[in-house]
Protein backbone atom coordinates (compact mmCIF):
# COMPACT_ATOMS: atom_id res chain seq x y z
CA UNK A 1 0.00 0.00 0.00
CA UNK A 2 1.19 3.45 -0.85
CA UNK A 3 2.49 5.84 1.76
CA UNK A 4 0.08 8.59 1.02
CA UNK A 5 -2.83 7.98 -1.94
CA UNK A 6 -4.25 10.64 -3.77
CA UNK A 7 -7.32 11.07 -6.57
CA UNK A 8 -5.32 12.15 -9.37
CA UNK A 9 -7.85 13.99 -10.96
CA UNK A 10 -8.47 16.31 -13.00
CA UNK A 11 -11.05 17.97 -11.21
CA UNK A 12 -12.16 20.44 -14.22
CA UNK A 13 -14.74 23.31 -12.08
CA UNK A 14 -16.01 26.56 -13.01
CA UNK A 15 -15.29 29.68 -11.42
CA UNK A 16 -16.91 30.32 -8.36
CA UNK A 17 -17.21 26.35 -7.62
CA UNK A 18 -16.76 24.52 -4.57
CA UNK A 19 -14.24 21.45 -5.08
CA UNK A 20 -13.08 18.64 -2.50
CA UNK A 21 -10.90 15.89 -2.44
CA UNK A 22 -9.53 13.73 -0.33
CA UNK A 23 -5.90 11.58 0.04
CA UNK A 24 -5.37 8.94 2.33
CA UNK A 25 -2.02 7.82 4.82
CA UNK A 26 -1.15 4.29 5.59
CA UNK A 27 0.53 5.26 8.84
CA UNK A 28 -1.45 5.52 11.64
CA UNK A 29 0.89 7.19 13.80
CA UNK A 30 1.97 10.02 11.29
CA UNK A 31 1.70 13.40 13.49
CA UNK A 32 1.82 16.15 10.95
CA UNK A 33 -0.07 16.89 7.77
CA UNK A 34 0.51 19.18 5.18
CA UNK A 35 -1.43 20.49 1.94
CA UNK A 36 1.55 21.78 -0.80
CA UNK A 37 0.61 23.58 -4.00
CA UNK A 38 2.31 22.90 -7.12
CA UNK A 39 1.70 24.99 -10.36
CA UNK A 40 2.91 23.38 -13.29
CA UNK A 41 6.84 23.33 -14.04
CA UNK A 42 7.42 24.67 -10.98
CA UNK A 43 8.43 24.02 -6.99
CA UNK A 44 5.93 22.91 -4.37
CA UNK A 45 4.85 25.18 -2.06
CA UNK A 46 3.54 25.03 1.49
CA UNK A 47 -0.59 25.59 0.94
CA UNK A 48 -1.52 24.99 4.77
CA UNK A 49 -0.83 22.91 7.77
CA UNK A 50 -3.81 20.30 8.70
CA UNK A 51 -4.55 20.37 12.13
CA UNK A 52 -6.19 18.23 14.58
CA UNK A 53 -9.12 20.58 14.63
CA UNK A 54 -9.45 21.53 11.51
CA UNK A 55 -8.85 24.34 10.02
CA UNK A 56 -9.36 27.33 7.70
CA UNK A 57 -7.18 29.99 5.40
CA UNK A 58 -9.81 32.17 3.42
CA UNK A 59 -11.29 30.10 1.19
CA UNK A 60 -9.49 27.11 2.03
CA UNK A 61 -10.19 24.33 4.64
CA UNK A 62 -8.76 20.85 5.53
CA UNK A 63 -9.82 18.60 7.84
CA UNK A 64 -7.90 15.28 9.44
CA UNK A 65 -9.68 12.40 9.91
CA UNK A 66 -7.78 10.11 12.47
CA UNK A 67 -9.82 7.10 12.38
CA UNK A 68 -10.14 6.82 8.50
CA UNK A 69 -6.93 7.97 8.20
CA UNK A 70 -7.23 10.71 5.31
CA UNK A 71 -7.49 14.29 5.59
CA UNK A 72 -9.11 16.78 2.93
CA UNK A 73 -9.18 20.07 1.43
CA UNK A 74 -11.83 22.55 0.11
CA UNK A 75 -11.51 25.15 -1.88
CA UNK A 76 -14.44 27.50 -1.80
CA UNK A 77 -15.22 30.50 -4.50
CA UNK A 78 -12.48 28.87 -6.90
CA UNK A 79 -10.39 31.38 -8.94
CA UNK A 80 -8.71 30.93 -12.22
CA UNK A 81 -5.80 31.13 -10.44
CA UNK A 82 -6.30 28.19 -7.96
CA UNK A 83 -5.47 25.98 -11.02
CA UNK A 84 -2.76 23.62 -9.70
CA UNK A 85 -2.07 20.42 -8.45
CA UNK A 86 -2.39 19.87 -4.89
CA UNK A 87 0.19 17.54 -3.05
CA UNK A 88 -0.79 15.62 0.14
CA UNK A 89 2.09 15.52 2.45
CA UNK A 90 2.47 13.35 5.35
CA UNK A 91 5.59 12.67 8.17
CA UNK A 92 6.87 9.50 8.54
CA UNK A 93 7.25 8.76 12.08
CA UNK A 94 9.90 6.34 11.87
CA UNK A 95 12.40 8.90 10.56
CA UNK A 96 10.72 12.06 10.78
CA UNK A 97 10.61 12.57 6.64
CA UNK A 98 7.91 13.98 4.66
CA UNK A 99 6.05 11.35 2.45
CA UNK A 100 4.25 12.91 -0.89
CA UNK A 101 1.20 12.14 -2.53
CA UNK A 102 1.44 12.36 -6.54
CA UNK A 103 -1.07 14.85 -6.21
CA UNK A 104 -4.69 15.89 -7.59
CA UNK A 105 -4.98 18.43 -10.45
CA UNK A 106 -7.53 21.06 -10.38
CA UNK A 107 -8.29 23.14 -13.21
CA UNK A 108 -10.80 26.00 -13.11
CA UNK A 109 -12.62 27.23 -15.50
CA UNK A 110 -13.80 30.46 -16.55
CA UNK B 1 18.56 36.52 -3.40
CA UNK B 2 16.24 34.92 -1.21
CA UNK B 3 14.59 31.47 -0.43
CA UNK B 4 16.25 28.33 -2.11
CA UNK B 5 18.43 28.92 -5.54
CA UNK B 6 19.06 25.88 -7.62
CA UNK B 7 21.54 25.98 -10.86
CA UNK B 8 20.85 25.06 -13.70
CA UNK B 9 17.65 25.75 -14.02
CA UNK B 10 17.81 22.92 -16.99
CA UNK B 11 20.37 20.23 -18.39
CA UNK B 12 20.79 17.64 -20.85
CA UNK B 13 23.27 15.58 -20.86
CA UNK B 14 24.61 12.07 -22.36
CA UNK B 15 25.35 9.03 -20.64
CA UNK B 16 28.87 9.47 -19.99
CA UNK B 17 28.97 12.80 -19.36
CA UNK B 18 29.90 14.24 -15.94
CA UNK B 19 27.87 16.82 -14.14
CA UNK B 20 26.64 18.77 -11.30
CA UNK B 21 23.78 20.49 -9.74
CA UNK B 22 23.78 22.93 -7.37
CA UNK B 23 21.51 24.32 -4.48
CA UNK B 24 22.05 27.09 -1.97
CA UNK B 25 19.53 28.69 -0.02
CA UNK B 26 18.97 31.98 1.80
CA UNK B 27 17.20 31.21 4.92
CA UNK B 28 19.62 30.26 7.46
CA UNK B 29 17.73 26.73 7.41
CA UNK B 30 20.58 23.47 9.05
CA UNK B 31 18.14 20.76 6.80
CA UNK B 32 18.87 20.36 3.04
CA UNK B 33 17.49 17.33 0.61
CA UNK B 34 17.24 16.27 -2.70
CA UNK B 35 14.17 15.02 -4.29
CA UNK B 36 13.29 13.55 -7.76
CA UNK B 37 10.17 14.19 -8.84
CA UNK B 38 8.88 12.29 -12.43
CA UNK B 39 5.82 12.84 -14.31
CA UNK B 40 3.09 11.75 -12.57
CA UNK B 41 4.75 10.50 -9.95
CA UNK B 42 5.22 11.14 -5.91
CA UNK B 43 8.60 12.98 -5.04
CA UNK B 44 11.12 10.94 -4.08
CA UNK B 45 12.98 11.36 -1.14
CA UNK B 46 17.05 10.78 -2.32
CA UNK B 47 19.42 12.32 -0.16
CA UNK B 48 18.92 14.24 3.40
CA UNK B 49 21.48 16.57 5.04
CA UNK B 50 21.16 17.85 8.96
CA UNK B 51 23.63 20.21 9.77
CA UNK B 52 25.99 18.98 6.89
CA UNK B 53 25.49 15.42 7.96
CA UNK B 54 23.97 13.07 5.53
CA UNK B 55 21.35 11.24 7.45
CA UNK B 56 19.96 9.42 4.79
CA UNK B 57 20.34 7.96 1.79
CA UNK B 58 17.20 6.46 0.62
CA UNK B 59 19.00 3.69 -1.72
CA UNK B 60 19.71 5.65 -4.31
CA UNK B 61 22.36 4.60 -6.93
CA UNK B 62 25.59 5.24 -6.66
CA UNK B 63 25.55 7.27 -10.12
CA UNK B 64 24.05 9.90 -8.04
CA UNK B 65 27.04 11.99 -5.47
CA UNK B 66 25.89 14.42 -3.21
CA UNK B 67 28.11 16.92 -1.59
CA UNK B 68 26.64 19.51 1.53
CA UNK B 69 30.19 21.49 2.17
CA UNK B 70 27.96 23.96 4.35
CA UNK B 71 24.70 24.04 5.75
CA UNK B 72 24.18 26.73 3.04
CA UNK B 73 25.06 24.67 -0.40
CA UNK B 74 23.80 21.17 -1.37
CA UNK B 75 25.60 19.73 -4.70
CA UNK B 76 24.00 16.50 -6.70
CA UNK B 77 27.02 14.64 -8.45
CA UNK B 78 25.92 13.03 -11.75
CA UNK B 79 28.13 10.61 -13.83
CA UNK B 80 27.03 8.00 -16.39
CA UNK B 81 23.04 8.28 -15.46
CA UNK B 82 20.68 6.28 -17.49
CA UNK B 83 17.66 7.96 -19.47
CA UNK B 84 14.96 7.11 -16.93
CA UNK B 85 16.75 9.21 -14.31
CA UNK B 86 15.58 11.85 -16.67
CA UNK B 87 13.09 13.87 -14.15
CA UNK B 88 12.76 17.45 -12.19
CA UNK B 89 14.89 17.32 -9.50
CA UNK B 90 14.14 19.57 -6.06
CA UNK B 91 16.60 21.21 -3.93
CA UNK B 92 14.67 21.81 -0.61
CA UNK B 93 15.46 23.45 3.36
CA UNK B 94 14.30 23.24 6.50
CA UNK B 95 14.86 24.42 9.79
CA UNK B 96 16.04 21.17 11.26
CA UNK B 97 16.15 17.84 10.65
CA UNK B 98 13.11 17.11 11.66
CA UNK B 99 11.64 17.89 8.57
CA UNK B 100 8.41 15.61 8.86
CA UNK B 101 7.32 18.44 11.96
CA UNK B 102 8.09 21.75 9.86
CA UNK B 103 7.43 23.17 6.45
CA UNK B 104 9.86 22.32 3.85
CA UNK B 105 10.84 25.68 1.50
CA UNK B 106 12.07 24.22 -2.36
CA UNK B 107 13.70 25.50 -4.71
CA UNK B 108 12.81 25.91 -8.80
CA UNK B 109 14.49 22.46 -10.01
CA UNK B 110 16.51 21.29 -12.08
CA UNK B 111 14.83 19.66 -15.32
CA UNK B 112 17.24 17.07 -16.35
CA UNK B 113 17.07 15.00 -19.46
CA UNK B 114 19.73 12.19 -19.92
CA UNK B 115 19.99 10.75 -23.72
Same mark, same amino acid.
Not at chain 1, 55 to 66: I, P, S, W
Not at chain 1, 105 to 109: A, L, N
Given at each position: ?? /? ?6 ? @???? /?? +? *?? %???C *????? %???? @? ?8 ? /? ?11 ? /? ?6 ? &??? +?S ?6 I ?5 S?S ?5 V ?6 YK &??F? +??T?? *???A | ?15 T !???? =?K???? =??? !??? $?W $? ?13 ? !? ?10 ? #? ?6 ? !??S????H ?7 ? #??? $????? #? ?5 G ?15
Open positions: RK /EVEQDPGP @FNVP /EG +A *TV %AFN *TYSNS %ASQS @FFWYRQDCRK /EPKLLMSVYSSGN /EDGRFTAQ &LNR +AQYISLLRDSKLDATYLCVNRPDD &LSG +AGTV *TVR | ETGVTQTPRHLVMGM !NKKS =LCEQH =LGH !NAM $Y $YKQSAKKPLELMFVY !NFKEQTENNSVP #SRFSPECP !NSHLFLLHTLQPED #SAL $YLCAS #SQDGSGLGEQFFGPGTRLTVL
